[in-house]
């Protein structure tokens, strides 16, 4: 299935793309040069394409033996200066729990895209869920700041690759891309856009002289420059907590600056990793607050509702984590209800009702059986609120 | 056209996924519509439930599934029982009557893709081949010239004329039940 995909004669002319094909051109564009990963239904194609894309721009792709392995890789080739990326779903994602906390820890910047199928365990490898949301917030283990995106449609499966990427260097942290099986294989006319449109981040670099470099020294931003392997700043790297120096401490007056530092880093920046997509808000009674494949069933709800003279309107989250509290909060002010559609039991809307301490009332629509929640259901609700 | 959704349903390794593909490719990227294909299956390689989605339209598309099909194509007699009666009122039902024996409904048109793909093409693989080319001219959705030009960009190597003949078959066919429907009413 790889006649019409992308080389650089495409650029500018209309493609018929997969979410998942959309990421790997996302990661290319964004300079993404190292892929390691095990293929996984649903998250496949992008293992596939990338096998055969990279070699290509003079990247390099490894089918490693398990995914824990995969993310081991990852973290490798990011501290030699590369741009990483692996991809997977639910099983997979679990076996890479461990390494992203490694990541974690180290600053690593890597990205990882989790296609997710219904679970647990094999579950339902063919068919959609959103069941991933609070393991991509909480399955690596210890306190932690993560970012984690959500991508709704081939488009932005491209872009969302690339702001994962850019997010990832500017902070010095994996970032989570989630999608679903609907994200990653509906097929969407997509133009990719040319080199140089879209803004492409690079990692800070030390500059001072290398025997003054301190690798995890605090500064304003709270992210130390980045050196790599084999340009001459010496550092260890270790999942120990550890001291400025990068070796392992059990001081408390070190500890505790260097873990409020990790969360300084990310919670000092919200305006920029915080995004929503606000959709018919402006003067909405009742609010959807959706993500993923859902946000696009709640889009045409939310007009199907405003037809029948309902005032609804739609809160796309893009970042789940760190939860955009301060992009919700007005609305909650403001609106009758809010509906929830979640392809779980209830990981986002948990969240929504922690956020609103009794401002407003907080409804939830949940589908586990692998299938998509339809236009109508949500339209049957907004009816009713 | 404000939103077109067609249903392609059968068994797994009929070529429906591919045939969508194609589909959408033919709508979105030569005739320039919006275009979102789905797909829906089992773990299994082969056998199984199977099932591609194609909506077409002039906007942008929020729902990617299909809601109602306007158009429905069933190539086995278990996906006409599971979906014939998901179908618009005034929608178009296509089914291939090599396999389909029950259309459940007389407004069906019945044409016998894996058998033409057998006899005339000389390949069974290329059913769902025959099937889009009649799908083009029954309903008009595609383009012959765009849906010839998908085809031929998205089979295996080597395989174009044997394709061009498969869908050039289809096309055939469908222009013969028209023909053979215009002269029952007259």
Same mark, same amino acid.
């Given at each position: 299935?790889?006649?019409?995909?992308?080389?650089?004669?495409?650029?500018?002319?209309?493609?018929?793309?997969?979410?998942?094909?959309?990421?790997?051109?996302?990661?290319?564009?964004?300079?993404?040069?190292?892929?390691?990963?095990?293929?996984?239904?649903?998250?496949?194609?992008?293992?596939?394409?990338?096998?055969?894309?990279?070699?290509?721009?003079?990247?390099?792709?490894?089918?490693?033996? =398990?995914?824990?392995?995969?993310?081991?890789?990852?973290?490798?080739? #990011?501290?030699?200066?590369?741009?990483?990326?692996?991809?997977?779903?639910?099983?997979?994602?679990?076996?890479?729990?461990?390494?992203?906390?490694?990541?974690?820890?180290?600053?690593?910047?890597?990205?990882?895209?989790?296609?997710?199928?219904?679970?647990?365990?094999?579950?339902?490898?063919?068919?959609?869920?959103?069941? =991933?949301?609070?393991?991509?917030?909480?399955?690596?283990?210890?306190?932690?700041?993560?970012?984690?995106?959500?991508?709704?449609?081939? %488009?932005?499966?491209?872009?969302?690759?690339?702001?994962?990427?850019?997010?990832?260097?500017?902070?010095?942290?994996?970032?989570?891309?989630?999608?679903?099986?609907?994200?990653?294989?509906?097929?969407?006319?997509?133009?990719?856009?040319?080199?140089?449109?879209?803004?492409?981040?690079?990692?800070?670099?030390?500059?001072?002289?290398?025997?003054?470099?301190?690798?995890?020294?605090?500064?304003?931003?709270?992210?130390?420059?980045?050196?790599?392997?084999?340009?001459?700043?010496?550092?260890?790297?270790?999942?120990?907590?550890?001291?400025?120096?990068?070796?392992?401490?059990?001081?408390?007056?070190?500890?505790?600056?260097?873990? =409020?530092?990790?969360?300084?880093?990310?919670?000092?920046?919200?305006?920029?990793?915080?995004?929503?997509?606000?959709?018919?808000?402006?003067?909405?009674?009742?609010?959807?607050?959706?993500?993923? #494949? $859902?946000?696009?069933?709640?889009?045409?709800? $939310?007009?199907?509702?405003?037809?029948?003279?309902?005032?609804?309107?739609?809160?796309?989250?893009?970042?789940?984590?760190?939860?955009?509290?301060?992009?919700?909060?007005?609305?909650?002010?403001?609106?009758?209800?809010?509906?929830?559609?979640?392809?779980?039991?209830?990981?986002?809307?948990?969240?929504?009702?922690? $956020?609103?301490?009794?401002?407003?009332?907080?409804?939830?629509?949940?589908?586990?059986?692998?299938?998509?929640?339809?236009?109508?259901?949500?339209?049957? %609700?907004?009816?009713?609120? | 056209?404000?939103?077109?959704?067609?249903?392609?349903?059968?068994?797994?390794?009929?070529?429906?996924?591919?045939?969508?593909?194609?589909?959408?490719?033919?709508?979105?990227?030569?005739?320039?519509?919006?275009?979102?294909?789905?797909?829906?299956?089992?773990?299994?390689?082969?056998?199984?439930?199977?099932?591609?989605?194609?909506?077409? *339209?002039?906007?942008?598309?929020?729902?990617?599934?299909?809601?109602?099909?306007?158009?429905?194509?069933?190539?086995?007699?278990?996906?006409?029982?599971?979906?014939?009666?998901?179908?618009?009122?005034?929608?178009?039902?296509?089914?291939?009557? *090599?396999?389909?024996?029950?259309?459940?409904?007389?407004?069906?048109?019945?044409?016998?893709?894996? !058998?033409?793909?057998?006899?005339?093409?000389?390949?069974?693989?290329?059913?769902?081949?025959?099937?889009?080319?009649?799908?083009?001219?029954?309903?008009?959705?595609?383009?012959?010239? *765009?849906?010839?030009?998908?085809?031929?960009?998205?089979?295996?190597?080597?395989?174009?004329?044997?394709?061009? !003949?498969?869908?050039?078959?289809?096309?055939?066919?469908?222009?013969?039940?028209?023909?053979?429907?215009?002269?029952?009413?007259?």
């Amino acid at each position: 299935m790889t006649a019409n995909l992308t080389d650089p004669t495409n650029q500018g002319r209309p493609l018929l793309l997969q979410g998942n094909e959309a990421m790997v051109e996302g990661a290319l564009y964004a300079g993404c040069r190292f892929f390691a990963g095990y293929p996984i239904t649903p998250a496949t194609e992008i293992s596939e394409v990338m096998s055969w894309r990279l070699p290509a721009v003079g990247g390099t792709f490894i089918q490693m033996e =398990d995914e824990i392995a995969s993310m081991g890789a990852v973290i490798g080739a #990011s501290l030699a200066g590369g741009k990483a990326m692996t991809a997977t779903s639910g099983p997979g994602f679990s076996l890479m729990q461990e390494n992203l906390g490694f990541a974690c820890i180290a600053e690593v910047p890597c990205v990882i895209v989790n296609v997710m199928r219904g679970g647990p365990s094999t579950g339902l490898p063919t068919h959609v869920s959103q069941g =991933d949301v609070q393991q991509a917030r909480w399955g690596t283990h210890g306190d932690h700041p993560i970012i984690v995106l959500a991508a709704a449609t081939t %488009r932005e499966c491209f872009d969302l690759t690339v702001k994962a990427f850019n997010l990832s260097e500017k902070y010095r942290t994996p970032v989570i891309l989630l999608a679903d099986e609907v994200v990653g294989h509906t097929r969407e006319k997509i133009v990719l856009p040319p080199a140089g449109t879209i803004e492409v981040v690079e990692r800070i670099r030390p500059t001072m002289p290398p025997e003054w470099y301190i690798p995890y020294e605090d500064n304003l931003r709270g992210v130390p420059p980045m050196g790599i392997f084999g340009d001459g700043y010496r550092y260890h790297v270790t999942g120990l907590t550890h001291d400025v120096r990068g070796f392992p401490t059990e001081r408390p007056d070190e500890i505790v600056p260097f873990m =409020d530092r990790l969360f300084r880093k990310i919670n000092q920046h919200f305006a920029d990793i915080q995004m929503v997509v606000e959709d018919l808000t402006e003067d909405a009674e009742v609010l959807v607050l959706a993500y993923g #494949s $859902v946000a696009r069933s709640a889009k045409r709800a $939310v007009r199907e509702a405003r037809a029948r003279g309902v005032k609804a309107g739609l809160l796309q989250l893009i970042t789940l984590w760190p939860f955009p509290r301060g992009l919700l909060e007005p609305h909650l002010r403001r609106v009758k209800a809010v509906l929830v559609p979640e392809l779980n039991r209830g990981q986002i809307s948990r969240e929504v009702k922690r $956020v609103n301490q009794g401002m407003t009332r907080i409804d939830t629509l949940n589908r586990i059986d692998g299938r998509l929640i339809t236009p109508a259901e949500i339209l049957d %609700r907004l009816v009713r609120m | 056209m404000k939103r077109y959704e067609i249903r392609l349903a059968g068994s797994g390794g009929q070529g429906l996924i591919l045939a969508g593909i194609i589909l959408a490719e033919a709508a979105g990227v030569h005739d320039g519509k919006f275009v979102c294909q789905t797909q829906s299956y089992g773990p299994e390689a082969r056998g199984g439930a199977s099932k591609a989605e194609v909506v077409i *339209s002039d906007e942008e598309i929020d729902y990617p599934q299909v809601i109602k099909p306007d158009l429905l194509l069933c190539m086995n007699q278990r996906s006409c029982e599971a979906y014939a009666f998901d179908l618009k009122p005034d929608g178009l039902m296509v089914v291939d009557d *090599s396999f389909v024996h029950d259309t459940l409904t007389t407004l069906a048109v019945p044409l016998p893709f894996t !058998k033409i793909a057998r006899e005339e093409v000389g390949r069974e693989q290329t059913a769902n081949i025959v099937a889009l080319g009649a799908l083009a001219v029954l309903s008009g959705v595609v383009s012959l010239a *765009s849906l010839k030009t998908a085809v031929l960009a998205r089979i295996p190597p080597g395989t174009g004329e044997l394709n061009e !003949k498969a869908l050039d078959a289809g096309i055939a066919a469908a222009g013969r039940y028209l023909e053979e429907k215009a002269g029952k009413s007259q």
